[in-house]
């Protein structure tokens, strides 16, 4: 290619130097002008043929050089696929004598197979002939057994199975028995160490809850604005908050006397507001009354929220919060409800750490385990299944509904959690000084009365006063009238005679009055 370039380039000067000639030649004027001319285009040619011969040379140069730099590449580029190919058959004779030694070292070993199986089966045949043999010595030795001692091999191993049954079932009794007693031993014993561990851990004050309280005045003139005007004040506040006023000469002080608490309480924070406004008068009395039950109401939810924070009692309901509250107000045998479900919280879960249970389950069971004993609406239900039914309707876990049904036997115990409670109950209550069973029954006997009243139509409240020697029962004057009040009284009075045990005489009240309630704006 670069050789038609020069071809090309010697032909374009050959053609100036022609054209110039030409030019020259047909110029007759400058005949010397063409000579120089003639000389001036050959050395521009002779000048062109060494620019072209140059040229060759560089280029004939450049292709060598490219010619050696591709030899070389390919010559390095051949000696790596040599080396590669050589490395391969390298691996490839490896591997082939490793083949090798893996199919001598089988063969080997597959004769030696041979040999041991050969050596085997010769032991087998001789073993199969000395069984042959001992079978034959054996039923020898049974027929000659069995012609001594007159029984069949079948029956000779019955008696012996026979034999050695009694005897294991003998030991086995024996033995079952030694357990049994030895486990009961070390039962009771690790029982009575966590029973008064809990005690001990516990050591929770007993307080009897009386049925009075005594409400300390400043001076004894205040007592004549308690008892009003021919007695209306006291008789007042005696109607709304259903609590005996005992006014005697007991210095600086009035007696509060009711088998209720809650009424209790209600009469004495009343009271307190009465004298501290120096108002006392029955609209007035009867204001403060409501008011005073609507902060109870707040104080009870108070009292049950901080209960379960200090139990540290989780996800409990309102409503079950509440009831725990009110526990504060209520009497088990005169033992405080509240603080006796906390010392049964307690010890339920002291004692269910110790044998590794879940502790919140079972002081949340423990705290709630007499929810029954303060419900809002009388029923026929013990407290043991009221509370049960309660737990279970505000979402409680099943342990603890089970727990609370079964502390007096009447559920069966389906979790482990309730024995724990039914034992914590009892060792609170069972201690020196923390119950008295004649307040009970006094309570229960206060309560059938009041029930007994409030079962009559038109009846609004019922309120047994002065230790239950009096019943007063406030009717609604437009259901009942004054001549229905007499005989509601001695209805009253006569089922009382007919349907209860008491000791003394109560006297049955009947308080009907007309209210005009009018308001002007």
Known sequence: MELNALSY????????????????????????????????????????????????????????????????????????????????????????????????????????????????????????????????????????????????????????????????????????????????????????????????????????????????????????????????????????????????????????SSFDPLRREIARLSLQRLVADGRIHPARIEEVVEKTRRQIEEQVMEIGERTVIELGIHGLHKELVRIVGKMRFRSSYGQNLLMHSREVANLCGIMAAELGLNPKLAKRAGLLHDIGKVPDEETELSHALLGAKLAEKYGENPAVVNAIGAHHDEMEMAYVIAPIVQACDAISGARPGARREIMQQYLARIKELEGLAMAYPGVEKAYAIQAGRELRVIVESEKVTDAESDKLSFEIAQKIMTEMTYPGQIKVTVIREKRAVNVAK
């Open 9 to 256: 380039i010697i032909g374009g000067v050959s053609l100036a130097v022609g054209f110039v000639v030409g030019k020259v030649l047909y110029d007759k004027n400058s005949q010397k002008k063409a000579e120089e001319a003639e000389a001036q285009a050959k050395k521009i040619l002779a000048d062109a043929q060494t620019n072209a011969e140059n040229l060759k040379k560089e280029r004939l140069l450049e292709a060598k050089e490219k010619f050696v730099q591709l030899k070389a590449e390919h010559d390095k580029e051949v000696l790596e696929r040599n080396k590669k190919i050589n490395d391969s058959e390298s691996r490839i004779r490896q591997k082939e004598q490793s083949i090798n030694q893996k199919v001598e070292h089988a063969e080997k070993q597959i004769k030696e197979n041979d040999a041991i199986k050969d050596n085997l089966n010769r032991q087998i045949e001789v073993v199969n002939l000395k069984r042959t043999e001992l079978e034959k010595h054996q039923e020898e030795h049974i027929r000659r057994l069995e012609k001594i001692a007159g029984l069949t091999a079948e029956e000779a191993k019955s008696q012996l199975v026979e034999s050695l049954k009694q005897e294991a079932h003998t030991q086995a009794l024996a033995l079952q028995q030694e357990i049994i007693d030895d486990a009961k031993q070390k039962a009771n014993k690790e029982a009575r160490k966590i029973i008064i561990q809990s005690i001990q851990r516990t050591a929770a004050e007993q307080a009897i809850e009386n049925s009075i309280t005594v409400f300390n005045l400043e001076s004894d003139e205040i007592k004549g604005q308690i008892i009003g005007r021919e007695g209306r004040n006291i008789r007042a506040i005696e109607a709304a908050t259903g609590v005996d006023l005992i006014v005697d000469d007991t210095p600086e002080a009035i007696i509060l």
